[in-house]
């Protein structure tokens, strides 16, 4: 049905009793507005119909040609078990990177730079990739090097995957005297203005202005996956009670009154659990934030698809519409 | 202040007893960072540099040379009493129109055909434009039209003044066979594409699609103004009521079961007012649904106004970032 | 020989004797202007230099990859027997393509739209192609939706084939009104800026604007040809021999004179034998109104053979010029 | 009256009896087809329409600033008097330019370089020009000279004005050997691809591949006028008639037969007159070859007038149509 | 004369004895090769010449409009009292740029961060401009802001002024690890890529890489001016001579050897003369490492001068060639 | 070591007694200032990572698919015979060109016309070639011909490959007048803006300005190699001796003194001597005027090598950086 009002609304507005299918059935616009281009009995010949149509695109020379890589050297089942449930527990990125790449073959790219930033080249399934991974919190050097790195994987025309762990930015004054706000708007600039595909992964932490660093929800990433013990949001749930603590106290110094301390201590955890709720991947997934939650044994397989997909979509294009029709 | 973590923040998170005005403070930010480009001593001098700043680009010659014209025939005050203030009644826009257009001179395009879509040519302070305004609902014919007078003005980069009092375009059977939704689409797509200045006025109903295609909220105008009187809705209150009571009744012989009709008359009132008071200028306008409500009388000032702000605007250039910095 | 003036006219304009040969000769264009690249000896030797040269464009590369596909399940034989030799007797152009495309398989765009206007997706030997075939006059609504189509294949990159069989578009009050002027010339107009490959066949009847419109003579398709059968001109003799007795059945109404039946019957007899010798394909293709007549049963073959020359070419660039050189 | 077919054209098509008003009349274009932009009671009514549509498109701006000049020195008058009527007796192409150009200053450009090819720069009526003219036939040098001042022309955007009174390239074995061909093809080459405006004066001689090179009808000058004693064609009538005389003198030499001098004389007389009365200005202004024939004494004013309308032109653009209208 | 070889050469290469004007004189390239355009009768003609053909190109409404604008409030007299002779005593830019400026209005540009580099926005005679001047040698922080503000300067198409006054970048390992490379490579990166107008006016000390920073000889100023106080060179004399010296100490503890304290003191001195003498203005601007030596009172009207000449020259446009001559 | 500048320089401009390692040594730059992005522990380590990023760019698709070919009927050994040391006895290019080309297959281009310049097509290893050599010095229909055809190579997009022996071009009265020095710059215009791969070989002499036209040192070859035998300069020794000789005498003569003739002789005798030295390939090679010395007879394995390199370089592209980072 399509028309621009129903019978309940025509009679309304014009007292006319009319059918719905006479006013916008399939069969009306196959016939009399020729607004429809293939009449499908039902849903199971409307795809096979669809299929049809994009097999006529003459798309089938745009996959890649099949190149030859080796597995990983180190099992993807280890996934499961080498990375730490809790978020607070940091691990070595290259670590899961070589459960993921070809050959496990990793190339550090100024590992004694910004350290905590991990950037390495590798390969998945013989496509060179760029990958950003967090070993911790994001310091002006690291997101120096970042936005150098995605600044060349974007010249090279290589694929950037991002394995997202990280709790944000360096805060304090040393970090802001050294510029944490601008050397971060960098590499957040840098991940906006990628031309290359982007694939995302969160494996962790993935908190405040970090998110948007490692590409997350809003920033246009290809494909977008999460691991179940993700978590994600402004915060973790202690922090942010810590935080609304300090507020807390500073405002009854500065009042002169005491505090509650054992309003404070209820307070504290009614945050912390409110927080730590909305974090949860189960939480996040569910509200559409990414594309979907992947068992991370099967990260390899799952970015490499996508890589495959991004790279024959490029290929494939639909001319602009390049001749007016002079009379409407 | 701007940082990426305030004090209360920064002690949470690292036990660093820290001030605000050292973590991100303005003079902090012009010493430290170099984040600040022109330091303000408070709200009024940032005014003035504002203003200093702007006045440097060297913009002012982009204004147009100015030009005779002569003054509307027919005087501005009239539209206060011409127009009905119910929507209702409908009325001649070239009325309205030749009390803001130089010497009320008006070319009618296509006056015959598709004839309650009114198309008309004039200048505003000797500025030539376009001029869409509605007679009564839109048809597939006044459509057409529509669409081929904006691609005209586009061609001839002429600016497009739409003065909108429409409950929407035509429904029931007849006008779905004739391709009202075909058609109506057509409109819309050429409005959402319009190249040239876009000025849009509410000066009486704009429901529904009519919104769309008389180039409401969502597209695009350069400036969008209400008069106190109009209406902007899905539809009106009365005809919003009566469909709801359709789908009731049908639903009722449906199931075989009697309407309640001292329910269905109480449904008929809420719905009517309900509609109706969301509907109002007022309370639309009071949302940022347009940029303003003006008096009537003021409209040619007002328009002419804001186009001359549009053309001098096309006039001012800001070159792009041209080499990139090597090392980030 | 190439010079600006033979020896004959060269002795009436300046007396002086001399030979052709010494005026322009190969060898003296070859030796003292250098107008010669490479001189041949004979016509033999002139095609053999002339197919060197091509062959050290290095374009041997151009030619697509070979792919995989079905004859038609229908044999071309009978495209013989199955369309009528008389243009007036309609056929199914479905019937028609089901024995040009791989595997006779064919998708239908529109089929209850504008019925007699056939638009079809197929492959020709694995090439994906859009065919335009008529089963009568086009209508407002054929041809609106041949324009669509023409465009969708336009931005789909697919080549179109034209298979014409039209007395041309509709006319009386009722299709007047309809805007057959406006919806034919938008038909028109989509034909003219196609930018793929178009290939054209005369299969029947082509006439008046419906030979515009079907891709005829004058609208740049890459390869046009005409079968034995068909019959191309303004419009059929019987048909032009109707109009011209009602011209003149109305103008001696006009003045109040009766008409010369013998006389009437004498021009109608020579009207329709002069527009029938004319019309026939042995006469048109011989004034080069199409690039050869071609047995029906080749249909396919000819067709993908020029498919692929045309998107070969497409393949083989030269160079635009690009440095000046200072003094001419 | 604007149908596919007219009522009698219906008539014997369809059988149906139309008037030719309700098949395409402008009513009915203007209310129900909607084909008719504006409808015009008569022909002045619709010449005055036109008006208000090109007044309406703010093109008022685009006429160059006035700037100030000086007439000739020398009076226009004389060049009705200074030219000789026939052609075969040369003249100093400045002293015609003198009596054309502001303040009668020329500036020579390679004067001693192919002399007879005459190559000036000058202002008319303010505006900078080129200018082309011929004292005698075109050598190699004159042609190479015109090439590389028609190349600066176009770089420096300045019209070029053509006067021609030529009767061709230079021919014979020196001249061939001298590259003749090449040379003047490259002057050929120059005013088919300039992109400044041209205006090309038929003053007296235009003679074959003369005609080409001076911008005559086929090269697509803006504007191209004569002069009454003008004399257009391939050759002149006793050039002509004497190369037909050798072709036939050979051919008897040939052949061992003598010459029927008595014949021969006819036909000399015969071509001569035949060819002479062809390439009179009257002859072929009529054919309409040019643009139309001017008094010698109006010529500044009309090249003056010619460039001013050639300069605006350039600043009047119109939009190309840039959004396509999804569904035809 | 241009030719080949001259007489000696012929004579020597071929054992002809010819003649140098037969050779390449102006009268044989004017009459016999074509390469003289216009042949001058002495250098006075020439000139008159010249002007002739650049008069003829149409430029002169290619000036800018006259604007109002307010002289330096204090006065340009100053100049030469207010900078010190010895670029080894700091002075603050803003002095200098005050006797320079419209109403001696500035506008500091990040005054407190990287404070030695001055970055200021004023108008001279009306036009928008940035001014670059040295407080003392480039820190990081410094040439960070220099790059960001050439940025905006080039993307608002506003000229930039160099007042150079610099020693240099900043030394030592604190500078070295903060990144004085990279920091100082951007803004060279800045100074060669700048699109807009560039003018550089050495004022003081112009050492090393300050130098190009400053956009001295090599950086493509379109207009380079020295007060006769600059000094110009890869370092200061004294610097130059405690480098070498430390050199020899340090080879001479290397060996285990004594230096010779009489030796070294010569050494010095030598050094510090022989590099003095060659920074000095005299010895540089002789030397063409400029475009001429101004007194330091006319440097407004100098670059206000030079300001119009090169927004004036952007306006004189000339096309590229736009055709080929097919036949070389 | 990478600093602005080293510990001595510090320690005389600022006292600071610095080691350089601290300055700028690998490991500071791999940890504080970010800019080494991979540290190599050696030279082969060093090797080995470059390696690697290089085949981490996925450039291992853009070599060309393998073709067949023939080798040349003739050996390359008898270019060690073949050819003459002595630069003053001319050969026949064709010679050498058929022991390089597949199958020894030439088609000559224009061979009758300016025929010592040659001009050759055919295909080294499979790919298409353009040839140019030199059988004399260089004429004005040489320098044309040669032009034309680099302009054709350029359009096809073929390579040319220069084999250059030329002692110049033709001096002279004769060759003045006909305007060698123009011709001469069309050739050396086209060398210069050739779009293709040029590759270059000194097989002989390579004098003046025949060293520019031959696509010498300065002309931007791709590749540019040598043979022992070559000799490169201004002019040959004894040439260059006897113009210095002519020289001396005109000046006496000048004078009216007589010439000392054994000074002469001594001074013919040096320069001969001198030129000759510093012509020598050994000298030239060693002096970086090429890139190297080949053995004859490797001269096709060499271009073929350099061929496939320039082909597959162009495929191998990186973007340019497409994305300012805004604060510097």
Redesign the interface.
């Known amino acids: 049905m399509?028309?621009?009002?129903g019978?309940?609304?025509?009679?309304?507005?014009?007292g006319?009793i009319?059918k719905d299918a006479?006013?916008?059935g399939a069969?009306?616009h196959?016939?009399?507005?020729?607004?429809?281009?293939?009449?499908a009995e039902d849903d199971a010949h409307g795809l096979e119909?669809a299929r049809?149509?994009v097999a006529?695109?003459?798309w089938?020379?745009c996959a890649a040609?099949p190149?030859e890589y080796h597995p990983p050297k180190y099992p993807a089942e280890e996934l499961a078990g080498a990375i730490p449930a809790d978020y607070r527990k940091p691990y070595d990125m290259r670590e899961l990177a070589a459960r993921i790449v070809d050959g496990s073959v990793l190339?550090?790219?100024?590992?004694?730079?910004?350290a905590a930033m991990v950037c390495l080249?590798a390969?998945i399934m013989g496509?060179?990739v760029g990958i950003l991974g967090n070993n911790g919190p994001i310091d002006p050097?690291g997101a120096?090097?970042a936005?150098?790195f995605l600044?060349l994987m974007?010249?090279?025309?290589?694929p950037v995957i991002f394995l997202g762990n990280t709790t944000g930015?360096m805060?304090?004054?040393d970090?802001?005297?050294a510029?944490?706000?601008?050397h971060?708007?960098?590499m957040i600039?840098?991940v906006t203005?990628l031309?290359v595909p982007k694939i995302s992964l969160y494996t962790g932490a993935s908190f405040g202005?970090g998110n948007y660093g490692m590409c997350g929800h809003a920033f246009g990433a290809d494909f977008l996956f999460t691991w179940p013990n993700a978590m994600t949001g402004v915060m973790g749930g202690a922090?942010a009670a810590?935080?609304m603590?300090?507020?807390a106290r500073?405002a009854a110094a500065r009042k002169g009154i005491e505090v509650d301390e054992a309003r404070l201590a209820k307070q504290r955890a009614g945050i912390t659990a409110h927080f730590d709720s909305q974090s949860d991947a189960f939480f996040t997934s569910r509200r559409m934030l990414d594309m979907g939650m992947i068992d991370p044994r099967d990260s390899r397989a799952v970015i490499g698809f996508c890589l495959a997909t991004c790279m024959e979509a490029r290929r494939r294009?639909?001319?602009?519409?390049?001749?007016?029709?002079?009379?409407?």
């Open positions: 399509a028309m621009l009002a019978a309940a609304l025509v009679q309304a507005a014009t006319e009319a006479d006013l916008g069969e009306m196959a016939e009399v507005t020729g607004l429809v281009e293939y009449l119909l049809e149509v006529g695109l003459g089938q020379g040609a190149v190339r550090d790219f100024k590992p004694g730079y910004g080249q390969h496509q060179p050097d120096t090097k936005t150098h600044q974007d010249q090279a025309d290589t930015y805060v304090g004054t970090y802001e005297r510029g944490m706000i601008k971060g708007s960098k600039q840098a203005n031309r202005a922090q810590l935080t603590e300090q507020v500073r294009v639909l001319n602009p519409n390049a001749f007016g029709v002079g009379r409407a």
